[in-house]
């Protein structure tokens, strides 16, 4: 193997360390900072508010949210004021008709844990609790009903099939109302109206706000944003926004026409989306306290007395399942919808892999069943370039011992060493970089099921058979417990699974069936690397690992057909006659002979 060779195969080696190593290694050793929480106890203190948003277009302003003195029980908080009831297929909750805010949901269809005993997952808590997390929308202006302000509900429950109107009207006889309603999804659709019952005209501004205190479960990282995130004209802004960038350098203001914005996190998603024809002023804001928002404001309009004026406004609260999302962005046209998913740069492979993901798992009800569909498709797919590169390494294996009698001959003059092992190449038709491409090749598929697997919630929780109960995480049946008898948890790094070390196996025999590396430290990396990517590759979520592990088998079996196709000859091959090819400067050189 020529060096221009030895160099491609270390550098895809390389680059294939740096894509699955770098997450694990980050992670655990240059982890993100951490926020430093107080103890949640009745009489912990909360700091002042937000500070309101001003525009210049009419004088309004967001207003700041303010903070509860102490953080309570989020029960007792709940009771301590009035509420509409939401009851739908997939959200369970109430509206706090203090303020309009939509402070209390959780989503029943998701648990927290695999246990089927486990609570569903909550995402939005009123202010005074733990993990406080709200909606809201409003009007500012002369007679505006204020951020606190007890609203009127003309029904108790709020369903699918009936949406409810609330009510509020100034000392002036301005009537303000919002009519919610909510589909058998994620989506609040508010429209809110002003009816001018007064002498003089009026001046308002709608405006809409996400307020959250913490920043969550999860955490930030370079291949997933966590945070505040949104699309503003069309641009998507996610990774120069966030917590830690709000903290120090203070709010982000954009101006925008239409679009949304709101905070992610890994799965979940708390999203405003304006009227898409209206021009409006966007910020992202931080404040003491380990609190966080986002919000806007629209523009001025002047309602004349008699009259009645109408903005629509949207709330998206709840998972991001890429189909639904998908859904919103086209019946709805919100601009860019499905990017709350953080795909990052790998999206052009990462949506389509997704896809047919989804797609064979509706035919086999079994993501791990999918997955190895997956692999098999990509393989047939790959069929054609993989048979050459078998064919190749075929050949490789049969000119082996010329290419070893022809680094003994010339072991002294790496220059003509290296011409005759062209020349062999060349004689014989083996083209030995015809082996990196495949694996090239699979580099960016195996990095977007990865990032299919982080990011996609169709994919969490999801079962595969026996101890597989969850394929967005690691294998958790090692033997270094004794698969689960003895009562300790290795560390990640260490925690070898079946399937981690199925991979390595495969890895290994698939290694044997290639052709033996001439060069000694090349021999030796690729002997350490089966055992090397095992333990990389541990905690990694199990769909990864079964998809590689199927690949490796499905591999073997490629490679065992093509040496049978092409065997190692029975005899010893014929000697060929090394001519020389040029001139070259080095040690003295002695006349053609015969090489066996």
Known sequence: MNQDTRNMVMAVVLSALVLLGWTLISDRYFPQPKVVRPAVTASTTVTPEIAPVATTAAGGAVPGIAAAATVADRGRVLGASPRLVIVTPRLQGSINLRGARFDDLVLPTYRETIDKASPPVRLLSPSGSKDAYFGQFGWTGAGAPPADALWTASAPRLTPEAPVTLNWTSPTGAVFEQVVAVDKDFMFTVRQRVRNLGATPLTVQPWGLVSRLGTGPDANSYNLHVGPVGVIDGTLHDRELNYETLR????????????????????????????QKQRIETRFAAASGDQYQADYLGGGVTVAPGRMVETTARFFAGAKEINLLDSYMTSLNIPHFD???????????????????????????????????????????????????????AKMRIVGPKMKAIQERYKDDKVRQQQEVMNLYKTEKVNPIAGCLPLVLQIPIFYALYKTLMVSIEMRHQPFVLWLRDLSAPDPLTPLNLFGAIDWQPPAM????????LLGVTMWLQQKMNPTPMDPVQKQVFAIMPWMFMFIMAPFAAGLQLYWTTNNIISIGQQWWMLKKFPMPATPPEPITVTPTAKTVGPKKTPPRAVK
């Open 248 to 275: 120090d350098d203070g709010a982000k203001r954009f101006a925008s026409t239409g679009g949304w914005i709101g905070f992610t996190d890994k799965y979940w998603l708390a999203a405003l989306v304006p009227d």
């Open 339 to 393: 990017l709350a998913v953080s795909w990052g740069w790998f999206i052009i492979i990462a949506q389509p892999i997704f896809h047919l993901l989804d797609w064979l798992f509706k035919l086999t009800n079994n993501f791990g069943l999918a997955i190895i569909g997956l692999t098999i498709i990509v393989r047939a797919a790959l069929f054609p370039i993989a048979n050459k590169q078998y064919e190749s390494m």
């Open 494 to 501: 260490i925690a070898l699974g079946v399937l981690p070390i």
